[in-house]
């Protein structure tokens, strides 16, 4: 590599901290998370809406599974948007550390969304067994995985198009 000279200056070598030490990187992961988390959680309660619709009257989703599509796309749509928050952030920033950011911000927000309001989820709340905290760290290692590498994923592929449509442009 050295016979060839040095890489040529790229926005997206630069470190991590510096990234993410850029106000505009910081806003940018904000702006993508915040419209992507209300986004998701708007089509999370279509979703709980569709389902509950379902539901009313003899539905049992254990004996049909017609009324699991609900939660399947429920699950594919917090995919899809912890990955368009990664993208989004990545590809105005040239960098992958605002998606991430973008992307565990986005899960934050809809978190708290749901929290305010569910529907379907009136009335006191069952009698459940405790939870062991190594249960609650197992659960939280998990889901920070797996926001964590959607955002990544994301954000890769974002700076990805941003430095080919960059080149092909030659700029």
């Known amino acids: 590599m050295s016979a060839l000279g040095p890489l040529p200056e790229n926005p997206s070598r630069r470190s991590w901290r510096q990234a993410l030490t850029e106000p505009a990187s910081l806003l940018s992961a904000l702006k993508w998370g915040a419209i992507t988390g209300v986004g998701y959680y708007i089509v999370s309660l279509l979703v709980i809406f569709v ?12 004996t049909n599974l017609a009324f699991a599509v609900p939660e399947c796309v429920g699950i594919f749509a917090l995919g899809f948007a ?52 190594g249960v609650m760290i197992v659960s939280l290692v998990l ?13 890769f592929y974002g700076v990805k198009n941003k430095l080919k449509a960059t080149a092909a442009k030659g700029e």
Not at 99 to 110: D, E, P, Q
Not at 143 to 155: E, H, K, N, Q, S
């Open 51 to 62: 389902e509950l619709a379902l539901l009313q009257g003899s539905g049992n989703p254990a």
């Open 82 to 133: 912890l990955y368009g928050a990664g993208y989004q952030a990545g590809s105005e920033r040239v960098h992958v550390a605002p998606g991430v950011l973008a992307a565990l911000i986005m899960a934050l927000i809809s978190a708290l969304l749901s929290r305010l309001y569910t529907p379907g989820l009136g009335g006191p709340a069952p009698k459940q067994a405790p939870v062991s905290i």
């Open 143 to 155: 889901d920070l995985a797996f926001v964590i590498g959607f955002g990544y994923m994301g954000g």
